[in-house]
């Protein structure tokens, strides 16, 4: 793995013709599955311009918009902070809102009004295997030190920071470390995860908030299959050597693995999705 691992030659790696055929695989699967519902107190409702997404622990409801914002225009980090600051309330979701989200996905994977959760399934799988998008969160990197500041942008345009130990995990090169949150395996063990270690388990839950834990099987459900498999999922930060930066977090999937990447450069310029606060009557 490079250090261009998230530069402008990323999308080189996959088929152009690749969302389409992930369009292709949900369009084929039947209306509705013969499973029983999932018992759940989440809810997704699909409407003409995105999906709300009601009661988001530790969020609350929003609207996950399907366009991406400024018609696909591409930015940095910052830019699409100053951008969302003069938007009217909508703003690019931080990883905690983004996991959020996706745990709705993946627990009403068997729900009856399933096909809502399908479409949004499909938006959710063409931007982790090709775009990349911004998040709303960054984490500013001390040099050769175990500790970082992480801002998350809140719904109201306002800035949440927090300051952390940041241990360094696996090397894989004297570039990145990482730590694989759940490994490559075959489809029926959906839901066998790694076991977290507790150095970690602060990091994931600032990160992505309530249920944490389950990381590994969410983004497992949610990320396109490698040969019919459920792909490794890792966290990917940068090694201690290499800790000299402010990065976005985004998730994505690269080579074999789907990362929650804490790698990103702010200044990269990529697409981003923008989420609105949903006031309940």
């Keep these: 793995m490079n250090q261009n691992i998230l530069g402008e030659k990323k999308k080189t790696n996959f088929d152009d013709n690749l969302a389409d055929y992930v369009n292709g695989i ?17 809810r997704l409702q699909k409407v003409s311009d995105g999906f709300i997404f009601h009661n988001l622990p530790g969020v609350g409801s929003v609207k996950l918009l399907n366009q991406y914002l400024d018609n696909g225009s591409s930015r940095g980090h910052g830019d699409w902070r100053v951008y969302c600051g003069h938007s009217n309330g909508l703003v690019v979701p931080n990883s905690i809102v983004l996991y959020q989200m996706a745990r709705v996905l993946y627990e009403l994977r068997n729900a009856t009004n399933h096909m809502d959760v399908v479409k949004c399934h499909v938006l959710f799988t063409q931007d982790w295997i090709k775009e990349y998008p911004h998040t709303g969160t960054k984490i500013e990197y001390s040099p050769c030190l175990d500790r970082v500041v992480i801002e998350h942008l809140q719904l109201d345009g306002s800035v949440k920071t927090i300051n952390l130990e940041f241990p360094e995990f696996t090397k894989r090169s004297d570039v990145w470390a990482y730590l694989v949150l759940a490994p490559e395996q075959t489809e029926e063990n959906l839901g066998n995860s790694n076991t977290i270690p507790d150095n970690a388990k602060p990091i994931l839950q600032e990160l992505l908030g309530e249920g944490y834990e389950q990381a590994g099987e969410v983004f497992q459900y949610l990320s396109p299959r490698k040969n019919n498999d459920l792909r490794e999922i890792i966290l990917l930060t940068p090694s201690l050597k290499k800790r000299n930066n402010v990065s976005a977090v985004t998730f994505g999937v690269f080579k074999d693995s789907f990362s929650v990447y804490a790698t990103m450069s702010v200044d990269s310029n990529e697409v981003a999705r923008g989420v609105v606060a949903v006031k309940e009557k």
């Design 26 to 42: 949900y369009d084929k699967m039947p209306e509705i599955p013969e499973v029983e519902p999932v018992e759940s107190s989440v």
